[in-house]
Nanobody, 117 residues
Framework: QVQLVESGGDLGQAGGSLRLSCVAS????????MSWYRQAPGKQREWVAT???????HYADAVKGLFNISGDTGKNTMYLQMNSLTPEDAGIYYC???????????WGQGTQVTVSS
């Protein structure tokens, strides 16, 4: 069973930074992309950023220029450097990997980010 484990969630200060990590294990297929999602209390889960196996990175408009995704899908690892934190960045951050064939979605258990103003 594929396992995704996030870490690095913490209480951050507004204007400060946090760095999240995700490690995938028991992977039996080539990962084409890894992504971060987040979910704030009372809101739907939303996409934050993606890194592909080719090294391309993509960001939601809300975090573009503020967050930086990095990692190596070949090593099943991914990071999210979160800068200039605001209370709107608070929530549970999830690591996600999708498999194409057979199609399946894999989620981590999430890591909590809290931002104090």
């Amino acid at each position: 069973q594929v396992q995704l484990v996030e870490s690095g969630g913490d209480l951050g200060q507004a204007g400060g930074s946090l760095r999240l990590s995700c490690v995938a294990s028991r992977i039996t297929f080539s990962i084409r992309a890894m992504s971060w999602y987040r979910q704030a209390p009372g809101k739907q889960r939303e996409w934050v950023a993606t890194i592909t196996s080719g090294g391309s990175t993509h960001y939601a408009d809300a975090v573009k220029g503020l967050f930086n995704i990095s990692g190596d899908t070949g090593k099943n690892t991914m990071y999210l450097q979160m800068n200039s934190l605001t209370p709107e960045d608070a929530g549970i951050y999830y690591c996600y990997v999708g498999r194409i064939m057979p199609p399946n979605d894999y989620w981590g258990q999430g890591t909590q980010v809290t931002v104090s103003s």
